[in-house]
């Protein structure tokens, strides 16, 4: 049971590749706009940057040494970096529920988008006016059976990749799709910023308004930052068992969280000049932005010219499919990677047996939208319960406990070893990141949670 794993990524560039695939997702190119649209633009995309550093990078590399340490599965790192303290086991089974609960939502949204991709392919949105994509979008999304189909599909899509393997599927997929994603933003990038009016959305991004953050803002950047980098579920422990040894844990960090941070930061490029360019409109149209305002606005800005609006809607679907593809296929991989390695379930059964319950409790999320709108379990619906339980929870909670270990359970030499490829790198940021990881971390994730539980509230009470 315990003998490693001999199946590990290709290359080094397959290995970077994956992991920015499973950051890069609808987290950058929906989630994050809409975010800094609600909140002031620039101003937090200020705060934003600053937890990636602070938090984001450092619980990353952490998840990197658990993973890449243990080199089998989530569940073998623990016990075996925790110098056998069996209460650690447990955590192995942190990626497990994480990832059926994030898959099961996420893929709400990605069928969306693939429909979305669908009928920008039948030109489905030429020739509507405002109210009705806001109509369409509703009737759509609060539907009893589509949505689920869409979803459904998407999870195919994802379980086909995973079933195939690391190197011939999660490996492969990732170097045909993200070189794909790139090249997609950059030509919507440049047509974006050609718009008439382009330099107001470049404004709006760049030149903070602090008047607009308040307490929710450093929330929501710091539960963004968590969100975008797929940190604190063991996602990239998961990833990191295949990573081979001479990866550079410390610089593969930086670059993808460089990715990730460019990525999200493009398609603001995109989203806001397009927006601004129709007269009237504003970004803080909530996550309805994607769904509704932006297919409105490829078909205003482009009227004169039906190709384009045409081509512009169908590429920027795409990206969006393709984005939410890469995330979800490393959500699945969580839990498949558990049944496969510790029960010896097959790949390609261990894929289906997840994608069908992720299904099923998709649907539940999907229906929340719809016919079980009232249905809720502490006053929220099945998606926003589903959402709240891994972005606000789980994502915290699992990073605070793996800063933790790695920070004060796990021999320090064991830590340096992994860091350093076994003093063969030099690894000049090793002592500011165990800083991070040990005091910085822990203190910015407890005090965030103290704020949302109100005990700010109560105290400054007390005092006045
Ligand atoms: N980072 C992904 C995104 O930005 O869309 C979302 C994500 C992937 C979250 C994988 C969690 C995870 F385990």
Not at 29 to 44: D, I, K, Q
Not at 165 to 194: D, H, N, Q, T, Y
Not at 387 to 404: E, H, Q, R
Request: charged share 10%.
């Amino acid at each position: 049971m315990n003998t490693k794993s001999t199946v590990s990524f290709a290359s080094k560039v397959g290995a970077i590749l994956a992991v920015a695939g499973s950051a890069v997702g609808l987290g950058n190119v929906w989630r994050f706009p809409t975010e800094a649209g609600e909140h002031g633009g620039a101003a937090f995309i200020l705060i934003y940057v600053l937890f990636m550093l602070l938090l984001g990078v450092p619980v990353m590399v952490t998840e990197f040494v658990i993973g890449r340490h243990g080199h089998k599965d989530v569940t073998h790192s623990f016990l075996s970096m925790s110098g056998g303290r069996r209460g650690w086991k447990w955590m192995g089974l942190l990626p497990v529920v994480a990832g059926f609960l994030v898959l099961s939502y996420y893929s709400v949204v990605a069928g969306w988008t693939l429909y979305y991709a669908f009928e920008a392919g039948l030109n489905g949105f030429a020739g509507k006016d405002a109210a009705t994509y806001a109509a369409d979008f509703v009737s759509f999304s609060s539907h009893p059976l589509w949505p689920s189909v869409w979803m459904a599909v998407t999870v195919s899509l994802t379980c086909g990749v995973v079933a195939l393997g690391v190197r011939r599927g999660i490996e492969r997929g990732a170097k045909i799709m993200m070189p794909l994603l790139f090249l997609l933003i950059l030509v919507l990038v440049g047509c974006s910023l050609s718009l008439p009016g382009a330099e107001r959305g470049l404004r709006f991004l760049l030149q903070p308004d602090f008047s607009r953050v308040t307490g929710s803002t450093v929330l929501s950047a710091m539960g963004q930052a968590f969100f975008s980098l797929s940190v604190g579920i063991c996602c990239l422990c998961t990833y990191a068992c295949y990573f081979r040894r001479d990866v550079d844990l410390m610089k593969d960090g930086l670059k993808v969280a460089s990715i990730d941070t460019l990525v999200a930061l493009l398609s603001g490029l995109i989203i806001f000049p397009a927006v601004y360019s129709v007269p009237g409109l504003q970004p803080d149209a909530g996550p309805s932005l994607v769904f509704i305002t932006l297919p409105n606005v490829f078909q205003q800005v482009f009227s004169g010219v039906p190709l384009l609006a045409y081509v512009f809607s169908l590429l920027f679907y795409l990206l969006l499919v393709m984005a939410a593809l890469t995330s979800s296929i490393s959500m699945l991989e969580m839990a498949v990677a558990y049944f496969h390695e510790e029960w010896r379930v097959s790949r390609p059964l261990s894929a289906i047996g997840v994608s069908l319950v992720c299904l099923l409790l998709g649907t539940a999320c999907s229906l929340s939208f719809g016919v079980w709108a009232d249905v809720k379990v502490l006053g929220l619906n099945f998606f926003d319960l589903f959402d709240f339980l891994v972005a606000k929870l789980l994502m915290p909670i699992g990073s605070l406990l793996m800063c933790v270990f790695v920070g004060w359970v796990v021999d320090e030499q064991v830590v340096r070893q992994e860091i350093t490829n076994q003093g063969t790198l030099r690894s000049p940021l090793y002592r500011l990141w165990l800083f991070l990881v040990r005091y910085v971390a822990p203190l910015c994730i407890l005090l965030i949670f103290a704020n949302e539980l109100g005990l700010f509230r109560v105290l400054f009470a007390t005092v006045h």
